[in-house]
């Protein structure tokens, strides 16, 4: 996978949670949710765009991490949902395996970065 489709691999993921918390009724404990939420996933984004154009490898390593750290929050706040029974599970299948899979995706390029950079 190259940047551009990991660019917009993340920009759908942002998307995709932006369409499904509108979905969302109005309530106190789902707006709670929803909003971290949605603050997560749209930061995975920023920062991968951000590190692609990082001045140094330490700080692509350091926009990787948050990347990573940002798609795992994600996944946390999707359960808490799950496990709160606010939101029928099934309806965040597709959301909890693209956070996961991007989660994947952070952890081995910040792996490889490190070792990359060791080996310099």
Avoid: H
């Avoid at 920062?47 to 798609?71: L, M, P, V, W």
Wanted: positive net charge; glycine residues 4%.
């Amino acid at each position: 996978m190259d940047k551009a489709e990991l660019k917009r691999r993340t920009q759908k993921f942002a998307v995709n949670i932006i369409k499904f918390i509108e979905t969302l009724p109005n309530r106190r404990a789902i707006n709670v949710l929803s909003n971290q939420l949605l603050r997560s996933s749209s930061s995975i984004g920023a920062n991968y765009r951000s590190a692609c154009k990082g001045k140094s490898s330490a700080d692509f390593i350091n926009k990787i991490i948050i990347c990573e750290e940002e798609t795992d929050e994600s996944i946390y706040w999707i359960d808490l949902m799950i496990e709160s029974e606010l939101i029928e599970a099934g309806l965040l299948t597709d959301l909890k395996k693209e956070a996961t899979e991007l989660t994947a995706i952070f952890t081995a390029i910040g792996k490889t970065a490190k070792e990359n950079q060791r080996k310099k």
